[in-house]
């Protein structure tokens, strides 16, 4: 695909990856010069692994230059950012927040709404990883060896609460609007340990969660050409004001300008709807 400033090579894995809830595809965005793009929250954790010459310049909260990387973690419902980069070349990878913890190596709470180097997280193995991904030929190649990682990591790490589990999944079935209130009757704990447990474990607190799974079903609804009022009345939202309003919290902009963000544009192609996807996300 194209867009005003760059040609995009999105390239999909030929089969489901290994472990549930987990989705990569590959890039390389090539533009003649530096490119920015606005990276859209989403809810899965992100990790972008680059394997090119260049590393991302990336702006979080207007500081630019505050952080240059050649691989990056970013936490579940983390704030919009800007990434500035020359001839892109990296695997994007979503990792349900389920799997998330065990594969980074640590409590999704310590990576809540964050972006950092993934070198910080898994020190010499992200050059290692990049440096065999430079090396392989094919992105069949590449992807097999992102598997072959994150399955390692998996099980070396701790598993989540069932009761966790199902809350999650539950949030992730309704759109975002199971009513949070009912999550600790249902597994029967109390709300102070449901919110502590849930937050500890995959990031955020269970409302905050279930407004970015709202946000997420919301935003590619507007994508697709659907009107904000028609998304605002089935999304759960009180009214258009209230969807506005979340929009620009997880964007940093309005509605009509976030359906032109590339990084959203993107999506049926890197990301396109197929049996299980719920499955992989919500597992």
Do not use: N
């Not at 020190?123 to 065999?132: I, K, M, T």
């Not at 300008?257 to 197929?274: F, G």
Request: aromatic content about 8%.
């Amino acid at each position: 695909m194209a867009d005003s400033i760059a040609a995009w090579e999105i390239a999909r894995p030929s089969r489901v990856t290994a472990l549930p809830g987990v989705d990569m595809a590959g890039f390389r965005i090539r533009g003649g010069s530096p490119i920015d793009l606005r990276a859209i929250p989403h809810p899965a954790v992100t990790v972008a692994v680059g394997f090119g010459d260049r590393p991302f310049d990336i702006d979080i909260d207007g500081a630019v230059g505050r952080m240059r990387a050649e691989s990056l973690a970013a936490g579940l419902g983390f704030s919009a950012f800007q990434v500035c980069a020359e001839d892109v070349e990296c695997v994007q990878i979503r990792l349900s927040p389920l799997v998330a913890h065990r594969v980074l190596g640590l409590p999704l709470a310590e990576l809540r709404g964050s972006v950092i180097a993934l070198d910080d997280l898994w020190d010499r193995a992200a050059p290692r990883l990049r440096e065999r991904l430079h090396d392989a030929r094919t992105w069949p190649e590449r992807f097999a060896l992102i598997d072959r990682e994150l399955m390692t990591r998996f099980h070396a790490g701790r598993e989540v609460d069932p009761e966790v589990v199902w809350a999650w999944r539950r949030i992730v079935a309704s759109h975002g609007q199971a009513r949070v209130s009912e999550l600790a009757g249902r597994i029967g704990w109390s709300r102070q340990r449901t919110w502590s447990r849930f937050g500890s474990q995959i990031g955020l607190t269970p409302k905050r969660a279930a407004m970015l799974v709202r946000f997420d079903h919301a935003i590619h609804r507007l994508v697709r050409g659907d009107t904000p009022a028609q998304v605002a009345a089935d999304g759960g939202y009180a009214d258009q004001s209230h969807l506005h309003h979340d929009v620009r919290a997880f964007t940093g902009t309005t509605p009509a300008a976030a359906v032109h963000e590339p990084w959203l544009a993107a999506d049926d192609r890197a990301w396109p709807p197929r049996d299980g996807a719920q499955r992989r996300f919500g597992y």
